[in-house]
Protein backbone atom coordinates (compact mmCIF):
# COMPACT_ATOMS: atom_id res chain seq x y z
CA UNK A 1 0.00 0.00 0.00
CA UNK A 2 1.84 3.25 -1.14
CA UNK A 3 2.27 6.40 0.90
CA UNK A 4 2.03 4.03 3.83
CA UNK A 5 4.45 4.37 7.27
CA UNK A 6 5.77 1.02 7.79
CA UNK A 7 4.27 -0.94 10.61
CA UNK A 8 5.28 -3.95 12.28
CA UNK A 9 1.80 -5.06 12.26
CA UNK A 10 1.11 -4.94 8.63
CA UNK A 11 -0.66 -2.30 6.19
CA UNK A 12 -3.92 -1.45 6.66
CA UNK A 13 -6.49 1.30 8.08
CA UNK A 14 -3.94 1.86 11.28
CA UNK A 15 -1.68 3.72 9.23
CA UNK A 16 -3.70 6.52 7.83
CA UNK A 17 -6.05 7.12 11.15
CA UNK A 18 -4.17 9.33 12.95
CA UNK A 19 -4.84 12.01 9.85
CA UNK A 20 -8.27 12.33 12.11
CA UNK A 21 -7.84 13.77 15.30
CA UNK A 22 -10.22 12.41 18.36
CA UNK A 23 -10.59 15.91 20.35
CA UNK A 24 -11.16 17.65 16.78
CA UNK A 25 -13.73 14.89 15.46
CA UNK A 26 -15.57 15.01 19.05
CA UNK A 27 -15.36 19.07 19.05
CA UNK A 28 -16.62 18.95 15.30
CA UNK A 29 -19.58 17.09 16.39
CA UNK A 30 -20.81 18.98 19.00
CA UNK A 31 -20.68 21.91 17.04
CA UNK A 32 -23.36 21.16 14.56
CA UNK A 33 -25.83 23.18 13.66
CA UNK A 34 -29.68 22.08 13.22
CA UNK A 35 -29.01 23.72 9.49
CA UNK A 36 -26.31 21.13 8.97
CA UNK A 37 -28.73 19.21 9.97
CA UNK A 38 -31.60 19.97 7.24
CA UNK A 39 -28.81 19.85 4.54
CA UNK A 40 -27.46 16.66 5.19
CA UNK A 41 -31.66 15.36 5.36
CA UNK A 42 -32.02 17.58 2.33
CA UNK A 43 -29.76 15.57 0.59
CA UNK A 44 -30.31 11.85 1.79
CA UNK A 45 -33.96 12.39 0.46
CA UNK A 46 -32.68 13.08 -2.69
CA UNK A 47 -31.81 9.21 -2.32
CA UNK A 48 -28.02 9.67 -2.25
CA UNK A 49 -26.70 5.81 -2.18
CA UNK A 50 -24.31 7.01 0.16
CA UNK A 51 -23.44 9.85 2.19
CA UNK A 52 -20.06 10.74 3.64
CA UNK A 53 -18.44 9.96 6.90
CA UNK A 54 -19.16 13.81 7.65
CA UNK A 55 -22.71 13.86 6.80
CA UNK A 56 -22.97 10.64 9.45
CA UNK A 57 -21.63 13.24 11.74
CA UNK A 58 -23.99 15.41 11.21
CA UNK A 59 -27.14 12.92 11.60
CA UNK A 60 -25.53 11.84 14.95
CA UNK A 61 -24.91 14.76 16.54
CA UNK A 62 -27.25 16.43 19.64
CA UNK A 63 -28.49 19.22 16.72
CA UNK A 64 -30.04 16.10 14.96
CA UNK A 65 -31.72 15.08 18.32
CA UNK A 66 -35.40 17.02 16.78
CA UNK A 67 -34.98 15.71 13.94
CA UNK A 68 -35.20 12.19 14.87
CA UNK A 69 -38.71 11.03 13.71
CA UNK A 70 -38.03 12.23 10.26
CA UNK A 71 -34.81 10.18 10.00
CA UNK A 72 -36.55 7.50 11.63
CA UNK A 73 -38.70 7.88 8.46
CA UNK A 74 -35.82 7.81 6.07
CA UNK A 75 -34.32 4.84 7.86
CA UNK A 76 -37.46 2.76 7.13
CA UNK A 77 -37.56 3.75 4.00
CA UNK A 78 -34.26 2.93 3.10
CA UNK A 79 -34.57 -0.65 4.54
CA UNK A 80 -37.52 -1.41 3.04
CA UNK A 81 -36.11 -0.14 -0.43
CA UNK A 82 -32.61 -2.51 0.21
CA UNK A 83 -33.92 -5.58 2.33
CA UNK A 84 -37.42 -5.56 1.78
CA UNK A 85 -39.77 -6.26 4.95
CA UNK A 86 -37.20 -9.05 6.17
CA UNK A 87 -35.58 -9.83 9.39
CA UNK A 88 -32.53 -12.16 9.46
CA UNK A 89 -32.28 -14.50 12.31
CA UNK A 90 -28.68 -16.08 13.86
CA UNK A 91 -27.36 -17.64 17.16
CA UNK A 92 -24.19 -17.05 18.57
CA UNK A 93 -22.64 -20.57 20.41
CA UNK A 94 -19.85 -19.93 22.65
CA UNK A 95 -17.15 -22.37 21.90
CA UNK A 96 -14.46 -20.98 24.90
CA UNK A 97 -14.10 -18.47 27.27
CA UNK A 98 -10.51 -19.47 27.86
CA UNK A 99 -8.41 -15.98 26.85
CA UNK A 100 -4.99 -14.64 27.02
CA UNK A 101 -6.09 -10.86 27.16
CA UNK A 102 -6.74 -8.79 29.99
CA UNK A 103 -9.67 -6.53 29.14
CA UNK A 104 -10.81 -4.73 32.40
CA UNK A 105 -14.15 -4.79 31.60
CA UNK A 106 -14.32 -8.16 30.46
CA UNK A 107 -15.92 -11.44 32.32
CA UNK A 108 -13.71 -13.50 30.32
CA UNK A 109 -10.41 -11.53 31.64
CA UNK A 110 -7.46 -13.97 31.81
CA UNK A 111 -6.86 -12.63 35.19
CA UNK A 112 -10.25 -13.54 36.48
CA UNK A 113 -10.98 -16.72 38.77
CA UNK A 114 -13.29 -18.47 36.91
CA UNK A 115 -13.87 -22.28 35.25
CA UNK A 116 -12.64 -22.34 31.89
CA UNK A 117 -14.20 -24.20 29.27
CA UNK A 118 -13.23 -25.39 25.71
CA UNK A 119 -14.97 -27.55 23.88
CA UNK A 120 -14.17 -30.71 22.13
CA UNK A 121 -15.50 -31.34 18.72
CA UNK A 122 -18.39 -33.27 19.94
CA UNK A 123 -19.34 -31.07 22.62
CA UNK A 124 -19.40 -28.48 19.63
CA UNK A 125 -21.63 -30.97 17.50
CA UNK A 126 -24.02 -31.63 20.64
CA UNK A 127 -24.11 -27.82 20.75
CA UNK A 128 -25.22 -27.79 16.64
CA UNK A 129 -27.63 -30.42 17.35
CA UNK A 130 -29.54 -28.45 20.16
CA UNK A 131 -29.21 -25.26 18.35
CA UNK A 132 -31.42 -27.16 15.39
CA UNK A 133 -34.02 -28.17 17.92
CA UNK A 134 -34.21 -24.11 18.70
CA UNK A 135 -35.66 -23.52 15.38
CA UNK A 136 -34.49 -23.01 11.83
CA UNK A 137 -31.43 -21.50 11.97
CA UNK A 138 -29.10 -21.27 9.55
CA UNK A 139 -26.80 -18.56 10.69
CA UNK A 140 -23.94 -19.25 12.95
CA UNK A 141 -22.18 -17.29 14.88
CA UNK A 142 -19.28 -18.92 16.59
CA UNK A 143 -17.48 -17.10 19.65
CA UNK A 144 -14.92 -17.57 21.83
CA UNK A 145 -12.49 -15.75 24.24
CA UNK A 146 -8.83 -15.46 22.75
CA UNK A 147 -6.37 -17.90 23.41
CA UNK A 148 -4.40 -18.85 20.18
CA UNK A 149 -2.24 -21.56 22.15
CA UNK A 150 -5.41 -23.34 22.63
CA UNK A 151 -7.75 -21.90 20.36
CA UNK A 152 -5.87 -21.46 16.95
CA UNK A 153 -6.33 -21.65 13.70
CA UNK A 154 -6.32 -25.66 13.70
CA UNK A 155 -8.93 -25.90 16.65
CA UNK A 156 -11.50 -23.42 14.21
CA UNK A 157 -10.85 -25.05 11.26
CA UNK A 158 -12.14 -28.57 12.83
CA UNK A 159 -15.27 -26.32 14.57
CA UNK A 160 -15.94 -24.99 11.13
CA UNK A 161 -15.77 -28.54 9.42
CA UNK A 162 -17.66 -29.66 12.15
CA UNK A 163 -20.63 -26.97 11.90
CA UNK A 164 -20.81 -27.17 8.26
CA UNK A 165 -23.39 -30.31 7.88
CA UNK A 166 -25.63 -28.05 10.16
CA UNK A 167 -25.38 -24.32 8.65
CA UNK A 168 -24.78 -22.73 5.42
CA UNK A 169 -23.37 -19.68 6.95
CA UNK A 170 -20.85 -19.68 9.39
CA UNK A 171 -19.02 -16.48 11.01
CA UNK A 172 -16.69 -16.36 13.46
CA UNK A 173 -16.09 -14.17 16.36
CA UNK A 174 -12.65 -15.19 17.74
CA UNK A 175 -8.56 -13.53 18.04
CA UNK A 176 -7.98 -11.44 14.56
CA UNK A 177 -5.82 -13.67 12.64
CA UNK A 178 -3.11 -13.14 9.68
CA UNK A 179 -4.46 -13.08 6.17
CA UNK A 180 -3.58 -16.74 5.14
CA UNK A 181 -5.62 -18.09 8.40
CA UNK A 182 -8.26 -16.34 7.26
CA UNK A 183 -7.42 -17.83 3.74
CA UNK A 184 -7.49 -21.26 5.48
CA UNK A 185 -10.36 -20.99 7.41
CA UNK A 186 -12.76 -20.00 4.41
CA UNK A 187 -11.54 -23.21 2.90
CA UNK A 188 -13.00 -25.16 5.69
CA UNK A 189 -16.55 -23.26 5.31
CA UNK A 190 -15.79 -20.07 7.26
CA UNK A 191 -18.07 -17.03 5.10
CA UNK A 192 -18.29 -14.19 8.11
CA UNK A 193 -15.98 -12.65 10.96
CA UNK A 194 -16.81 -10.00 13.63
CA UNK A 195 -14.55 -8.21 14.88
CA UNK A 196 -15.20 -4.96 17.03
CA UNK A 197 -12.37 -2.77 17.80
CA UNK A 198 -13.63 -1.73 20.78
CA UNK A 199 -12.38 2.11 20.74
CA UNK A 200 -10.90 4.39 17.99
CA UNK A 201 -9.39 6.41 20.55
CA UNK A 202 -5.40 5.19 20.51
CA UNK A 203 -4.37 6.79 23.34
CA UNK A 204 -6.95 5.48 25.62
CA UNK A 205 -7.24 2.08 23.66
CA UNK A 206 -4.35 -0.15 26.33
CA UNK A 207 -6.20 1.19 29.08
CA UNK A 208 -8.42 -0.82 28.52
CA UNK A 209 -6.50 -3.43 27.10
CA UNK A 210 -3.34 -3.65 29.23
CA UNK A 211 -1.74 -6.85 28.17
CA UNK A 212 -2.54 -10.11 25.37
CA UNK A 213 -2.56 -9.13 21.93
CA UNK A 214 -5.60 -7.59 22.51
CA UNK A 215 -3.77 -4.65 23.68
CA UNK A 216 -1.77 -3.81 20.51
CA UNK A 217 -4.19 -1.10 18.70
CA UNK A 218 -2.79 -1.90 15.22
CA UNK A 219 -2.59 -5.58 14.76
CA UNK A 220 -6.53 -5.24 15.90
CA UNK A 221 -7.41 -2.55 13.84
CA UNK A 222 -5.57 -3.89 10.52
CA UNK A 223 -6.84 -7.13 10.96
CA UNK A 224 -9.87 -5.48 9.21
CA UNK A 225 -7.36 -5.31 6.06
CA UNK A 226 -6.52 -8.81 6.76
CA UNK A 227 -10.00 -10.23 6.17
CA UNK A 228 -10.40 -7.92 3.00
CA UNK A 229 -7.30 -9.60 1.63
CA UNK A 230 -8.63 -13.07 2.35
CA UNK A 231 -11.78 -12.72 0.54
CA UNK A 232 -14.02 -12.85 3.34
CA UNK A 233 -17.59 -12.42 2.40
CA UNK A 234 -18.44 -10.44 5.03
CA UNK A 235 -17.54 -8.67 8.00
CA UNK A 236 -18.64 -7.36 10.96
CA UNK A 237 -17.70 -3.72 12.45
CA UNK A 238 -18.57 -2.31 16.01
CA UNK A 239 -17.01 -0.51 19.11
CA UNK A 240 -18.35 -1.30 22.88
CA UNK A 241 -20.29 1.56 23.54
CA UNK A 242 -19.48 2.86 26.92
CA UNK A 243 -15.68 3.09 26.98
CA UNK A 244 -15.33 6.56 25.55
CA UNK A 245 -17.44 8.67 23.73
CA UNK A 246 -19.87 7.17 21.78
CA UNK A 247 -20.16 10.04 18.60
CA UNK A 248 -16.89 10.11 18.18
CA UNK A 249 -16.00 6.72 18.05
CA UNK A 250 -19.06 5.84 15.72
CA UNK A 251 -17.61 8.72 13.25
CA UNK A 252 -14.27 6.73 13.34
CA UNK A 253 -16.71 3.63 12.59
CA UNK A 254 -17.85 4.79 9.85
CA UNK A 255 -14.55 6.55 8.02
CA UNK A 256 -13.13 3.19 8.64
CA UNK A 257 -15.94 1.71 6.88
CA UNK A 258 -15.55 3.88 3.46
CA UNK A 259 -12.12 2.86 3.60
CA UNK A 260 -12.76 -1.17 3.71
CA UNK A 261 -15.72 -0.46 1.19
CA UNK A 262 -13.19 0.98 -1.18
CA UNK A 263 -10.59 -1.40 -1.35
CA UNK A 264 -12.30 -4.92 -0.85
CA UNK A 265 -15.70 -3.95 -2.65
CA UNK A 266 -16.54 -7.25 -3.08
CA UNK A 267 -17.31 -7.91 0.66
CA UNK A 268 -20.72 -7.40 2.50
CA UNK A 269 -20.47 -5.65 5.87
CA UNK A 270 -22.53 -5.47 8.92
CA UNK A 271 -22.64 -3.31 12.22
CA UNK A 272 -23.22 -4.02 15.31
CA UNK A 273 -23.73 -1.55 18.29
CA UNK A 274 -23.24 -3.16 21.83
CA UNK A 275 -24.03 -1.05 24.72
CA UNK A 276 -21.74 -1.80 27.91
CA UNK A 277 -23.00 -2.98 31.18
CA UNK A 278 -21.18 -3.82 34.61
CA UNK A 279 -19.03 -6.65 34.12
CA UNK A 280 -17.54 -9.68 36.48
CA UNK A 281 -14.75 -7.86 37.26
CA UNK A 282 -16.16 -5.31 38.42
CA UNK A 283 -16.07 -2.31 35.40
CA UNK A 284 -18.32 0.38 34.95
CA UNK A 285 -19.60 2.11 31.15
CA UNK A 286 -17.66 5.78 31.77
CA UNK A 287 -20.33 6.80 29.16
CA UNK A 288 -24.20 5.40 28.82
CA UNK A 289 -26.15 5.59 25.76
CA UNK A 290 -30.07 6.05 26.30
CA UNK A 291 -32.29 3.78 24.26
CA UNK A 292 -32.86 7.41 22.40
CA UNK A 293 -29.73 7.90 21.41
CA UNK A 294 -29.12 4.32 20.00
CA UNK A 295 -32.53 4.95 17.92
CA UNK A 296 -30.67 7.99 16.54
CA UNK A 297 -27.64 6.19 16.24
CA UNK A 298 -29.59 3.35 13.93
CA UNK A 299 -31.12 5.40 11.95
CA UNK A 300 -28.14 7.40 10.91
CA UNK A 301 -26.17 4.64 10.09
CA UNK A 302 -28.81 3.56 7.85
CA UNK A 303 -29.52 7.08 6.00
CA UNK A 304 -25.44 6.76 6.02
CA UNK A 305 -25.13 3.37 4.34
CA UNK A 306 -28.52 1.72 2.21
CA UNK A 307 -26.42 -1.70 2.32
CA UNK A 308 -25.05 -2.45 5.51
CA UNK A 309 -26.24 -4.74 7.75
CA UNK A 310 -27.29 -3.80 11.14
CA UNK A 311 -27.57 -6.13 13.60
CA UNK A 312 -29.14 -5.77 17.17
CA UNK A 313 -28.57 -9.14 19.56
CA UNK A 314 -30.23 -9.84 23.00
CA UNK A 315 -28.28 -7.69 24.40
CA UNK A 316 -31.45 -5.04 23.92
CA UNK A 317 -34.62 -5.61 25.61
CA UNK A 318 -37.79 -6.99 23.89
CA UNK A 319 -39.58 -4.10 24.13
CA UNK A 320 -37.04 -1.99 22.27
CA UNK A 321 -36.10 -4.80 19.88
CA UNK A 322 -39.91 -4.92 19.06
CA UNK A 323 -39.87 -0.91 18.49
CA UNK A 324 -36.87 -0.99 16.34
CA UNK A 325 -37.15 -3.70 13.85
CA UNK A 326 -39.08 -1.80 11.41
CA UNK A 327 -37.34 1.21 11.24
CA UNK A 328 -33.29 0.12 9.97
CA UNK A 329 -32.46 -2.90 11.60
CA UNK A 330 -31.91 -6.35 9.16
CA UNK A 331 -30.57 -9.11 11.38
CA UNK A 332 -31.67 -10.46 14.95
CA UNK A 333 -30.46 -13.01 17.59
CA UNK A 334 -32.23 -14.99 19.24
CA UNK A 335 -32.30 -17.93 22.40
CA UNK A 336 -28.75 -17.07 22.82
CA UNK A 337 -26.50 -18.40 25.63
CA UNK A 338 -23.54 -16.11 26.43
CA UNK A 339 -21.32 -19.45 27.71
CA UNK A 340 -19.46 -22.24 26.06
CA UNK A 341 -21.99 -25.42 25.97
CA UNK A 342 -24.46 -23.17 26.95
CA UNK A 343 -27.39 -24.84 24.27
CA UNK A 344 -26.54 -28.75 25.06
CA UNK A 345 -24.48 -29.32 28.46
CA UNK A 346 -25.41 -28.25 31.86
CA UNK A 347 -22.15 -26.49 33.23
CA UNK A 348 -21.61 -23.02 35.46
CA UNK A 349 -19.46 -21.29 33.07
CA UNK A 350 -19.55 -17.91 32.89
CA UNK A 351 -21.48 -15.80 30.65
CA UNK A 352 -20.06 -13.24 28.68
CA UNK A 353 -22.81 -10.76 29.06
CA UNK A 354 -26.37 -11.07 30.28
CA UNK A 355 -28.99 -11.54 28.02
CA UNK A 356 -32.08 -9.12 28.03
CA UNK A 357 -34.50 -10.39 25.63
CA UNK A 358 -34.75 -14.24 26.61
CA UNK A 359 -37.81 -14.98 24.24
CA UNK A 360 -37.49 -18.28 22.65
CA UNK A 361 -36.46 -17.74 18.61
CA UNK A 362 -40.15 -18.88 18.52
CA UNK A 363 -41.53 -15.93 20.23
CA UNK A 364 -39.15 -13.18 18.52
CA UNK A 365 -40.11 -14.93 15.50
CA UNK A 366 -43.48 -14.43 15.98
CA UNK A 367 -42.95 -11.04 16.93
CA UNK A 368 -41.57 -9.94 13.93
CA UNK A 369 -44.30 -11.53 11.92
CA UNK A 370 -46.81 -9.74 13.78
CA UNK A 371 -45.04 -6.54 12.62
CA UNK A 372 -45.52 -7.66 9.06
CA UNK A 373 -42.14 -8.63 8.57
CA UNK A 374 -40.64 -12.05 7.37
CA UNK A 375 -38.05 -14.21 9.16
CA UNK A 376 -35.01 -15.10 7.01
CA UNK A 377 -33.22 -17.99 8.82
CA UNK A 378 -30.96 -18.54 5.56
CA UNK A 379 -28.40 -16.28 4.28
CA UNK A 380 -26.24 -18.44 2.65
CA UNK A 381 -26.50 -21.49 0.42
CA UNK A 382 -23.74 -24.22 0.25
CA UNK A 383 -24.26 -24.51 -3.53
CA UNK A 384 -22.02 -21.24 -3.34
CA UNK A 385 -18.94 -22.91 -1.61
Known amino acids: MSGLKQSPWGHGFADIIDQWDWNQTTEQVFAVTEDDVRSVLSKARRNTRRLEPDDFMVLISPAAVPFIEEMATLSRRFTRERFGSTISMYIPMYVSNACSNACVYCGFNHANKLKRTILTMDQVEAECRAIKELGQFDNLLIVSGEMPSLCGTDYFENVLRTCRPYFNNLTIEVQPMKTEQYSRLIGAGLNGVVCFQETYRRSTYRDYHPRGMKSIYDWRLNGYDRMGAAGVHKIGMGVLIGLEDWRTDMVMLSRHLRYLQKRYWRTRYSVNFPRMCPSESGFNPKVVMSDRELAQLTFAFRIFDHDVDISFSTRESEIFRNNMMT ?42 RANGYDVVWKDWDAIFD
Open 327 to 368: LGVTSMSAGSRTEPGGYALSNDALEQFEVTDSRTPTQVADAI
